[in-house]
Nanobody, 123 residues
Framework: VQLQASGGGLVQAGGSLRLSCAASGLAFNDFGMGWFRQAPGKEREFVGRISRSGGQRSYADSVKGRFTISRDNAMSTSYLQMNSLKPEDTAVYYC?????????????????WGQGTLVTVSS
């Protein structure tokens, strides 16, 4: 199983980025997809999750209204569209497969993790 996150980079505050997470080696349709991030010196935190079908999404309050998770099951890929970026969004972003609708922020309930992609937002 491999989750390959990409799309990170340097962006100015107020800008946008779209991260991708390409999955292989698993039945993508059988897994919800979550996104987490870890800023320097801080613990990993939940960003959002999308259900297997894409019909249900949940977000952390800190990103609600600015970030959107989507998925393309035919391409086995999940996306994280990030708009109105702030310097405090700077972090390594990770995608993960698994989790559940009721407790999407519980990292230990995700079965597989990607390697992370760095997002840096300058002020």
């Amino acid at each position: 199983v491999q989750l390959q996150a990409s799309g990170g980079g340097l962006v100015q505050a107020g800008g946008s980025l779209r991260l991708s997470c390409a999955a292989s080696g698993l039945a993508f349709n059988d897994f919800g997809m979550g996104w987490f991030r870890q800023a320097p010196g801080k613990e990993r935190e939940f960003v959002g999750r999308i259900s297997r079908s894409g019909g249900q999404r949940s977000y952390a309050d800190s990103v609600k209204g600015r970030f959107t998770i989507s998925r393309d099951n035919a391409m086995s890929t999940s996306y994280l569209q990030m708009n109105s970026l702030k310097p405090e969004d700077t972090a390594v972003y990770y995608c993960a497969a698994g989790g559940n609708y009721w407790t999407p922020a519980r990292a230990h309930e995700y079965a597989y993790w990607g390697q992370g992609t760095l997002v840096t937002v300058s002020s």
